[in-house]
């Protein structure tokens, strides 16, 4: 199966600086890289995707990058906001399986 | 539309007893599965489904059953439950299996004594 690893698993950064979460995956047929958000008490959200093809993504302060060769790909949050603060996972879809990371608790502190 | 709905939100058991924990979905999706949640582990897939009448293994599929009848309802069922199986439980669905995007559910927290 698929492995994921996710990296840092806590991050804490000041409003408005940009924040940087990110994962590698070991099956190169994976081909769907989503993003979740998860707030306290609550189920997963998502919050942007990328798929095999496609090597950069963004959706006005969140954007994530794709490098298929070094089987990486990172979510990157510009302008942080203290609404931004909650759990935040990726995930890999190989065929019907989707394998996630283990999680980044990000801390925005006013 | 109410979206992936579970129940119940939480729950107690016993080591050896059973229970299932209820998905509905009213997006008319194909596409279902169930995830549990540890600390430090992220979510791992028990079981999923592309179909009624479908079925399939995840990652961590011992102990648990589960069954597709309609294309709403996807019902997990623990047989003899163990203190391992403490968890918090989502069930998660997607218009179809090449589609991507999961839709979670509020999740079911699940403790055995």
């Known amino acids: 199966g698929e492995n994921v690893e996710q990296h840092p698993s806590t991050l804490s950064v000041q409003e408005g600086d940009s924040a940087v979460i990110k994962c590698t995956y070991s099956?190169?047929?994976?081909?769907?890289f989503p993003w979740y958000k998860q707030e306290l008490g609550k189920g997963p959200q998502l919050i942007i995707d990328?798929?095999?093809?496609?090597g950069e993504k963004k959706d006005q302060r969140i954007a994530v990058t794709l490098n298929k060769t070094a089987k990486h790909f990172s979510l990157h949050i510009t302008e942080t906001q203290p609404e931004d603060s909650a759990v935040y996972f990726c995930?890999?879809?190989?065929?019907?399986?989707?394998?996630f990371g283990s999680g980044t608790k990000l801390n925005v502190k006013p | 539309n109410a979206g992936v709905t579970q129940t119940p939100k939480f729950q107690v058991l016993k080591t050896g007893q059973s229970m299932t924990l209820q998905c509905a979905q009213d997006?008319?999706?194909?596409?279902m599965s169930w995830y549990r949640q540890d600390p430090g582990m992220g979510l791992r897939l028990i079981h999923y489904?592309?179909?009624?009448?479908?079925?399939d293994q995840g990652e961590v599929p011992n102990g648990y059953n589960v069954s597709r009848s309609t294309t709403e309802d996807f019902p997990l069922r623990l047989l003899s439950a163990a203190p391992s199986q403490t968890s918090v439980y989502f069930c998660?669905?997607?218009?179809?299996?090449?589609?991507?995007?999961?839709?979670f559910g509020e999740g079911s927290r699940l403790t055995v004594l």
């Open positions: 489904s592309v179909g009624a009448g479908i079925t």
């Open positions: 995930a890999a879809q190989l065929l019907n399986k989707f394998y």
């Open positions: 997006m008319n999706h194909e596409y």
């Open positions: 099956d190169s047929a994976s081909n769907y």
């Open positions: 990328i798929r095999s093809n496609v």
């Open positions: 998660a669905s997607s218009y179809g299996r090449d589609t991507g995007e999961l839709f």
